[in-house]
C-alpha cells in the first residue's frame, strides 16, 4: 500500500499479498510440528531401562546438594577438602623430587659443567636455567597430579553443573552468566582454560566479564606460592597439629576473597562499561555417574598435568636465564636487580610487600609458578644471606623450614606473607592468559582491562591491609 | 516507478556528508512511523522519536525539506515520494536487524532498538537483502512490525490501541512500541511481548489496565499499557486453554503438560528449549529448585534441565492432576 509493486504479473502480485496473510507463526508450527513428531517416533522405538530406583537415589542427592541449608556447605566442605588433600599430599613427593634434583644431581652437573664450559655460560645454564626448571618441576608437579584429578572425579560425577545450579541466582544479581561457576572452576586449574572455557556463555557481554574476571579464580600456578606461605606465615603461628588445617583455611580464605571479587566486579562491570541484563540460563544437570577413577587419571594427567607442566618448564628456561643475568650483569657498581628492587622497594613496602617481590612478579610475567623460586633467588642474592657454594642468583630449595627462615631473616613478617597471599591473588594473569584473552576477544583494550584492573585492586588491598596492621600493631 | 524513485532518492542523500545523512534518515523514519500510526508529525514529537532531541532533529528535517525529501504544511511534516523510499529502505534495514539480533544472539530485547538504530545507517542495499534472505525474508520483526519486502510493501497498520480495546474481549498483542526504552524494557522483564493472547480483566479503576495475558494476571499502569496495541484473534488463534498456567507457577513436585512456547522465548533460546523436549505435548515435571529463589529444574524427557524464573514464564502449561 505504501509503494507500488515493481511486477505487473497478477501470479506475483497474488503471492505478495497473500504472503502477508499466512499466521503470524507459521514458522514456529512448522518446526514445533518436527520436534513433536520426532519425540512421539523417539517415544514409540526407544525403550528404556527401568532405572527408577537409581532415579529415586539421583533425587534424594539431588535434594540434599541443592538445599539452601546443606548445598553450600557441602559446596564449601568439598572443595575446602580438595585443597586439604593437595596440601597434605603434595608435601612428602615434593621433598623427594626436590632432593633428587636439587641434592642429589645438581652439584654433579654443576661440577661437570664448571669443567668443561666458561663460567658465565656454566652459570647461565645450570645455575639460572637447570636451577629454575627444577625448582618449578618439584614445587608443581605433586600438587597438580592431586588438584586436577581430584577436580576432574567431580566434574565426572557430575557435581559441578549443580555448583552451577545454586550460584546462579548470585551471579544473576551481580548481572553476569551462572555459566561463569564453570568458567572460574575451571580457572582454579588455569585460566587461560577458564578463558576458552567462557565460549560456552553465549550472551558476548556477559562472556566478556567471565573473561576479564576469570584471573580471580587462583590458578593453578599460584596454588604452590598460596600453600607454600600459608603453611610457613600463617600454619607456623598454630600449633603444631594444627599447621596443616590453618594453612588450608587461610588459603581456602584467600580463594572466597577472589570468588568475592570476582562477583563485585562482575557487579561494577554489568553497571558500568558492560551494562545491560542478565540473559538467558539453561543448564542440563547430568544424571549423576560413578566416574571411571582410571580414565579420569589417565586423561587429567596427560591433559591437564602434563600440558600445565610443560609448559611452565618452556617458561620456567628463559626466566631461569633472566633471573641469573640481572642477577649478574652490573651496572655502575651494583647488579641490574639491585638497582630495579630499590628503585620498587618504596612503593612496594607501603603496600606490606617488598621490592623483590614486585621484581619477581615482573620476571614471572610468563607463568606464575615462578614467583616464589624467583623471590627465594632474588632475596640470596640482595640480602648476601645462606652461602657457601652457592652463587649469587641461584635458585634452591632447603625445605619449608629453610625457606622461613631465608625470608625471616630479610625483613619478612606475618604482613608480608600475608599481602603477598592478597598480592598473588589479585595481579595480572600470566602472558599466556593475556594472550588467550586477547585471541578470544579481539580487543585490546579487554586484554588491557584483564590485566591492570585485578593489579590495580591487589595493589589497593595489600595498601589498606598495610595500613590497618601498621595501625594497630 | 518505484526504482526511478530509489535512483533518485539516492543522488539527494549522497549530497549529505555520513553524519547528517544519519540524522536525516532518522527523521525520515520517525515520519515514516508517524504515517504509519497515523500520528501528527510535530516536530518535537519527530526529535523524539528519531531519538535526536529538538535542536538536531529540527536541523534535520531541515536538510531533509532541502533534499526534497519532506515537506511541512501548517506545522505538520510528511514525507515527499522519494523521501518515503528513503524511510521504507531505512525501516527494512531496522527490523531486519533487529530480527538477526532476536534470532541469531542472546541479547537482552531492550538492546536491539539502539544497535539496530546503528546498523540501519551502515548496512548497504545488498547487505540488507543479504541479511533477509539469511533470515529466510521473515515478514514481522520481534515487536510485532511488518519488514518492509524489497519492493518496499508492507502491510497497514492493523489493530488498535489497547486502551481502546473493550473489557473480556480476547485479543492478541500485535505490536508492542519500542521507544522510550526504558518503558519497553519494563515490559520485556515482565515478560510481555507482541503475538500474546490475552483479554481484558474488569478492573475497579477504570483508569487501570488488567489483563489475563497468556494464563496469567499483569496488571499495566497506563504508560506501560499506552505502548500496547492490539487486533482481534484470527481464525486459526484460539483461546488459552482453560486452567492453564506458566511453567514457572507449577509447585515443586507436580507435573504439567507443555501447551506452546511463548513468544518471549525466541532465537536460540527457542531453539535449545524445543532440543531439550520442551515440545507441545511433553510431560514436565519441576523437581528442584536452587537456592536464593535462583533456576528451577524440571524433568522433561529423562533429563533434568534448569531454566531461570523469567525463562519458565514463556512456556504455557496444563498442569496434571495429581
Redesign the interface.
Known amino acids: 500500500?505504501?509503494?507500488?509493486?515493481?511486477e505487473t504479473d497478477p501470479l506475483l502480485r497474488e503471492a505478495?499479498e497473500l504472503?502477508?496473510q499466512?499466521?503470524?507463526?507459521f514458522?514456529?508450527r512448522l518446526?514445533?510440528a518436527i520436534?513433536?513428531e520426532s519425540?512421539?517416533i523417539a517415544e514409540r522405538t526407544v525403550a528404556?531401562a527401568g532405572a527408577s530406583q537409581r532415579l529415586a537415589f539421583q533425587?534424594k542427592v539431588?535434594?540434599v546438594l541443592?538445599?539452601?541449608w546443606t548445598?553450600?556447605p557441602v559446596m564449601g566442605l568439598l572443595f575446602a577438602f580438595v585443597l586439604w588433600l593437595t596440601i597434605a599430599g603434595a608435601n612428602v613427593p615434593s621433598a623427594m623430587i626436590a632432593d633428587v634434583l636439587l641434592d642429589k644431581f645438581y652439584p654433579v652437573l654443576r661440577a661437570a659443567a664448571m669443567g668443561s664450559m666458561p663460567l658465565w655460560l656454566a652459570g647461565l645454564l645450570v645455575d639460572g636455567m637447570y636451577l629454575a626448571t627444577a625448582w618449578v618441576i618439584s614445587v608443581m608437579l605433586p600438587p597438580m597430579m592431586i588438584f586436577f584429578p581430584a577436580f576432574t572425579l567431580l566434574e565426572d560425577l557430575g557435581y559441578l553443573?549443580r555448583v552451577a545450579?545454586?550460584?546462579?541466582?548470585?551471579f544473576?544479581k551481580v548481572g553476569a552468566h551462572?555459566k561463569q561457576a564453570l568458567t572460574m572452576a575451571m580457572g582454579y586449574g588455569c585460566n587461560a582454560a577458564g578463558v576458552i572455557a567462557a565460549r560456552v556463555i553465549?550472551?558476548?557481554?556477559e562472556r566478556l566479564i567471565a573473561i576479564v574476571t576469570n584471573n580471580f579464580a587462583l590458578c593453578n600456578g599460584r596454588w604452590p606460592t598460596q600453600i607454600l606461605i600459608a603453611t610457613i606465615f600463617l600454619g607456623a603461628l598454630a600449633p603444631a597439629g594444627l599447621t596443616g588445617v590453618v594453612a588450608a583455611g587461610s588459603v581456602f580464605a584467600v580463594a572466597l576473597l577472589g570468588f568475592g571479587l570476582s562477583l563485585v566486579c562482575s557487579w561494577v562491570l554489568s553497571r558500568t562499561l558492560l551494562r545491560?541484563?542478565?540473559?538467558?540460563?539453561?543448564?542440563?544437570?547430568?544424571?549423576y555417574r560413578p566416574p571411571n577413577i582410571l580414565r579420569t587419571l589417565y586423561t587429567s594427567l596427560i591433559d591437564r598435568t602434563l600440558f600445565v607442566l610443560w609448559r611452565a618448564v618452556v617458561f620456567a628456561l628463559p626466566a631461569g636465564a633472566v633471573i641469573w643475568l640481572v642477577s649478574n650483569v652490573h651496572a655502575s657498581d651494583h647488579t641490574l636487580a639491585y638497582w630495579a628492587v630499590a628503585g620498587m622497594n618504596p612503593f612496594a613496602v607501603f603496600i606490606g610487600l617488598n621490592g623483590i617481590i614486585l621484581l619477581a612478579y615482573i620476571i614471572a610475567i610468563p607463568a606464575n609458578e615462578i614467583v616464589v623460586p624467583s623471590i627465594l633467588m632474588l632475596t640470596v642474592l640482595l640480602t648476601g644471606q645462606a652461602g657457601g657454594e652457592h652463587a649469587a642468583g641461584v635458585m634452591f630449595e632447603t625445605g619449608d623450614e629453610g625457606v622461613r627462615a631465608l625470608l625471616v631473616g630479610s625483613g619478612w613478617t606475618a604482613l608480608t606473607g600475608v599481602c603477598l597471599m592478597i598480592f598473588s591473588l589479585c595481579h595480572n594473569p600470566c602472558s599466556t592468559t593475556l594472550y588467550t584473552i586477547y585471541k578470544e576477544t579481539q580487543s585490546l583494550k579487554w586484554t588491557a582491562l584483564s590485566a591492570l584492573m585485578p593489579t590495580a585492586i591487589g595493589a589497593v588491598l595489600c595498601g589498606v591491609i598495610a595500613f590497618l596492621w601498621r595501625a594497630l600493631a | 516507478?518505484?526504482?526511478a524513485?530509489l535512483r533518485f532518492s539516492e543522488t539527494a542523500m549522497a549530497k549529505l556528508k555520513p553524519v547528517e545523512r544519519a540524522a536525516v534518515e532518522d527523521v525520515l523514519r520517525a515520519l515514516l512511523e508517524c504515517e504509519h500510526r497515523q500520528h501528527e508529525a510535530t516536530e518535537a514529537h519527530l526529535g523524539a522519536l528519531g531519538g535526536l532531541g529538538r535542536e538536531a532533529g529540527l536541523l534535520a528535517l531541515a536538510r531533509a525539506k532541502a533534499a526534497g525529501l519532506a515537506d511541512e504544511l501548517a506545522q505538520a511534516w510528511r514525507l515527499t515520494a522519494t523521501g518515503?523510499?528513503v524511510a521504507?529502505r531505512v525501516m527494512r534495514a531496522h527490523r531486519l536487524t533487529e530480527t538477526r539480533l532476536a534470532r541469531t544472539?542472546?541479547?537482552?530485547a531492550?538492546?536491539w532498538h539502539g544497535r539496530a538504530n546503528q546498523a540501519e545507517h551502515a548496512l548497504t542495499d545488498a547487505e540488507v537483502d543479504q541479511l533477509a534472505d539469511s533470515l529466510?525474508h521473515p515478514?514481522?520483526d520481534p515487536h510485532g512490525d511488518?519488514i518492509?519486502?524489497r519492493?518496499?510493501?508492507?502491510?497497514?497498520p492493523e489493530g488498535q490501541s489497547l486502551l481502546s480495546w473493550p473489557e473480556c474481549r480476547p485479543g492478541v498483542i500485535s505490536h508492542i512500541e519500542d521507544e522510550p526504552p526504558a518503558l519497553f524494557?519494563l515490559l520485556a522483564?515482565r515478560g510481555i511481548f507482541a503475538?500474546m493472547r490475552f483479554a481484558r480483566v474488569p478492573a475497579a479503576p477504570p483508569s487501570a489496565c488488567t489483563l489475563e495475558i497468556e494464563a496469567r494476571r499483569e496488571e499495566l499502569p497506563p504508560e506501560l499499557a499506552a505502548l500496547i496495541r492490539v487486533r482481534p484473534p484470527?481464525a486459526?488463534?484460539h483461546d488459552t486453554p482453560a486452567g492453564a498456567c506458566r511453567l514457572s507457577e507449577i509447585p515443586r513436585g507436580a507435573a504439567a503438560e507443555v501447551l506452546a512456547?511463548l513468544?518471549g522465548c525466541i532465537g536460540?533460546?527457542?531453539s535449545?528449549?524445543?532440543?531439550?523436549?520442551f515440545?507441545?505435548?511433553?510431560r514436565v515435571e519441576h523437581?528442584?529448585?536452587?537456592?536464593?529463589?535462583?533456576?528451577a529444574?524440571f524433568r522433561v524427557?529423562?533429563?533434568?534441565?534448569?531454566?531461570?524464573k523469567?525463562?519458565a514464564l514463556q512456556v504455557l502449561v496444563q498442569p496434571s492432576r495429581a
Open positions: 500500500m505504501n509503494t507500488r509493486p515493481v505478495r504472503r502477508w499466512l499466521p503470524r507463526d514458522n514456529d518446526t514445533e520436534y513433536a519425540a512421539r528404556r533425587r539431588d535434594r541443592t538445599n539452601p548445598g553450600f553443573p545450579f545454586n550460584l546462579d541466582r548470585l544473576q551462572g553465549d550472551s558476548p557481554r545491560g541484563e542478565s540473559s538467558t540460563f539453561s543448564l542440563e544437570l547430568p544424571p | 516507478m518505484i526504482e524513485e518515503r523510499a521504507v544472539t542472546s541479547l537482552p531492550a538492546e529466510g515478514r514481522y511488518p518492509p519486502t519492493e518496499g510493501e508492507f502491510p497497514a524494557a522483564a503475538g484470527l486459526d488463534e512456547l513468544p536460540p533460546e527457542r535449545r528449549l524445543l532440543d531439550l523436549g515440545v507441545p505435548g511433553s523437581e528442584l529448585d536452587s537456592p536464593l529463589s535462583g533456576p529444574a524427557r529423562g533429563t533434568l534441565i534448569a531454566l531461570r523469567t525463562q
